[in-house]
Structure formats: C-alpha cells, structure tokens
C-alpha cells in the first residue's frame, strides 16, 4: 500500500506531465522562449484555476526537467521517435500534441532509469486520454514500449 505522500507526490507527477505536454506543445506552436514558458507556467498555470478549470498542484521541478530536457535533446528525441515510426509515416506526419506526448514520454524513458517502464508509459496513456480517443492509445503504448526497449533493453 502507498503512503499519502508517495500518492500526492504521484498525483504532483501526473500533473507535472500534463502541463509538460502542454507546455511543450505551446513552445511548438509559438516558438516561446523556454526560460519565458517555465514562468508563466509556474505563475499563472500550475496549481491555478483557469476559466473555472482547477489544475492540480504539480511537481515544478519535474515538470522543469520534462520541458528543459525535451527541448535541450529534440534532435536525439525526435531521431528514436522517428525510427519507431512506419516507414510511410514522419514526424511532421504526427498530430501536433501527439508529437508532445511521445517526445515527453521518450525522454522520460531515455533520462529518467529513476521511473519504472511501465510507470512511465502508464502516465502517458493517462497523458494520452486527456487529448484523443482509444485507438491513439494504442499507437503511444506500442511506440513508447518499442524505445523503453531500445534504451532500457
């Protein structure tokens, strides 16, 4: 059985995964600055309400790591998530947050030997659901385990 620590700091974790996507997907799409995305993050949304959505507390220095280390090895990141792809399919091909979603969950998997596997592919399924449907699922939960298996062995 967990403590109500490890589950508030697993729930801070989701969290921190969630706004990374978003975060990630924001930098994608305007080109903001990352020092200029972890600010307004940090001031106006993590924790926030926002147009009566409450956001959960999340773990800043998670969700740091996630977006600094995603934007500092994209290059790496984005080569391991194209070799996954099919051979007709590219990066550009991918829907914009699904991009987010893979870059954030390979590199928890290349970065992060701390978080289990199968925790880190369960947390971007969960990521997954707050965007699509159930067939993407599928496409993130077989994409992810292809890299955990490149880079974990």
């Known amino acids: ?82 070799s996954k792809l099919a051979d007709d399919w590219s990066m550009e091909r991918l829907d914009k947050p699904m991009r987010q979603v893979l870059r954030a969950g390979a590199y928890e998997l290349l970065a992060r030997p701390d978080i ?6 369960n947390e971007y399924l969960d990521v997954t659901d707050a965007f699509y449907d159930r067939r993407e699922k599928g496409f993130v939960n077989g994409l992810l385990d292809a890299i955990a298996k490149e880079v974990r062995g």
Do not use: C, W
Request: overall charge negative; hydrophobic content about 45%; aromatic content about 6%.
């Open 1 to 82: 059985m967990s403590s109500p620590k490890a589950k508030s700091r697993s729930k801070a974790r989701s969290a921190a995964r969630l706004a990374a996507v978003q975060a990630l997907y924001q930098h994608d799409m305007e080109a903001t600055p990352v020092a200029a995305l972890l600010h307004e993050f940090h001031q106006h949304r993590l924790g926030a309400t926002i147009e009566d959505v409450e956001y959960a507390e999340a773990d800043v220095g998670f969700f740091d790591d996630l977006v600094k280390g995603v934007t500092a090895r994209s290059d790496e990141i984005n080569r391991l998530i194209a």
């Open 116 to 121: 289990p596997v199968g925790a880190v592919i």
